[in-house]
């Protein structure tokens, strides 16, 4: 009886949503809800039932936008991820066109990072990133495979600019290069405050245009004058 009576509930909290002209904002609330859920517990150890409680909605609603948690989990980087590879390729467009070689190198470079820089220093938030940054490093992560899906389109494109700005290094130097700033990129998002404590306060993730000069300066100069003998 009591199950009877919770999917009865169940449905009918479903055909008020569907009838109200709220659902895109109830389904954003559950979006940023679960980002904050997914950063905190990592993909096993958020639940459907806590990320409800903290969007305030029921189970049902959560359910019904999205299916299941692993549906939730991949509207997450469908909201995000094409932002930020539409401005990378906007990117590359214009280093491309660029004639100088460090100069182009400069601007693959920035590319990469501001993009992500930009949606950090904008929201205040490093949910996103701590999210990707648990996604790379889960053992279980090739079973999603999101980053395959949403990241390694636009990694390919990345690769091959920095093949052509800088024809005379080895495919093992260019890939390791674009590690090497995914690794900055990801760290850096995803910082909770240690920089700004180990600096004194003088490093802020937050400043954009601050971060992303010293950032860029730095892969650049890795890019261009580090080499492997």
């Known amino acids: ?3 009877s009576e919770k999917n009865a509930e169940d449905r009918k909290v479903v055909m008020i949503e569907a009838t ?3 659902g895109a904002a109830t389904r954003m609330r559950i979006l940023m809800a679960a980002e904050g859920e997914f950063a905190d517990h990592g993909f096993d150890g958020a639940t459907v039932r806590q990320i409800a409680l903290r969007a305030d909605v029921p ?3 959560v359910n019904y936008h999205f299916g299941n ?3 939730l989990y991949r509207a997450i980087f469908e909201m995000r991820a094409p932002m930020i590879v539409d401005q990378r390729i906007a990117g ?5 066109m660029e004639p100088d070689p460090e100069r182009k190198v400069e601007m693959i470079v920035k590319a990469v990072l501001v993009p992500n820089l930009h949606m950090r220093s904008t929201e205040k938030n490093s949910s996103y990133a701590r999210i990707l940054a648990r996604e790379v490093s889960d053992p279980k992560s090739h079973h999603r495979k999101v980053v395959a899906e ?3 389109p636009i990694a390919y494109k ?3 600019a920095l093949q052509r700005a800088m024809p005379d290094r080895t495919v093992e130097e260019i890939n390791w290069g674009y590690q090497a700033m995914l690794g900055v990129m990801v760290y850096t998002m995803a910082d909770t405050g240690r920089i700004s404590r180990l600096s004194g306060g003088l490093c802020d993730p937050e400043d954009e245009m601050t971060t992303s000069r010293h950032l860029v300066a730095l892969m650049k100069a890795a ?3 580090s080499r492997v003998s």
Do not use: H, P, S, T
């Open 223 to 225: 890019l261009l004058y």
């Open 92 to 96: 590359l467009r214009l280093a491309e």
């Open 1 to 3: 009886m009591a199950n």
């Open 150 to 152: 949403f990241f390694d």
């Open 158 to 160: 990345v690769i091959e």
């Open 20 to 22: 109200q002209r709220n």
């Open 59 to 61: 189970v049902a609603l």
């Open 69 to 71: 948690k692993e549906g």
